[in-house]
């Protein structure tokens, strides 16, 4: 898909307002800091967490961490895919993916 916006169907379902996702941060305590984005979105904190303890057993020594995004865009337009709590994925709109070097879903 390209990174232009594809019109909205029928089959769209609404994305939450409000996800959660795992963040892996890179650097020093002191200094500067890395974070980037390393699961997909997730309608509930329950999913995120299940996710960090997958990516903390699969990437040994990696500093993870739950981070929660809120938009009050309506209707919720995400970078990354969403998955909500009964597994359906709202695919998102630009088509952005996440690499796949983490195993992700």
Known sequence: MSSERRPKTE???????AVFYVVETTGQVLGERHHRVCSHLFETSLQARTELARLELA???GAFSIWKGTTHIEPAEWLYDVIMAGGRVIPARRGHLLPDRLGGQ
Not at 11 to 17: C, K, N
Request: proline fraction near 10%.
């Open 11 to 17: 089959d769209d379902q609404a994305a939450p307002l």
């Open 59 to 61: 990437i040994a020594g």
